[in-house]
């Protein structure tokens, strides 16, 4: 039996249109809700982004199943367009000291 592992990213406020599809014999690392992901270097139709855009994960699904003997793990990314990215990961919001909102007086790494 062959396990096969399958990642979908979805166009930014759309559940229904993939932009991107990854295949792998071994698991992909995952991506939590919230987590950026940079589309700059996939295939079409991602290209079609803007090429300053990042995508935020805004839901993520999960489906396993069973097809002539291959078992396919399939995880669904569904995702935003980040207008101003790197504000949003460098503002005082942020939950990383090294990136401007350590109260500790430490200086970063």
Known sequence: MFTRYM???????DVETVI???EASEPFNPIHVGEFI????????ARRLPNSQH??????????????????????????IVKHFHRDIFDDQSPW???GNDQSGEQPC
């Not at 990642?7 to 406020?13: K, L, S, T, V």
């Not at 199943?65 to 995702?79: A, G, N, S, V």
Request: charged letters at 25%; glycine letters at 2%.
């Open 97 to 99: 000291p090294f990136w």
């Open 20 to 22: 991107a599809r990854f």
């Open 38 to 45: 940079s589309p700059h270097v996939w295939p079409e139709p």
């Open 55 to 80: 995508l935020r994960v805004v839901a993520v699904e999960h489906m396993m199943f069973r097809l002539d003997r291959i078992t396919t793990f399939k995880t669904m990314y569904y995702t935003e």
């Open 7 to 13: 990642i979908e990213i979805y166009e930014p406020g």
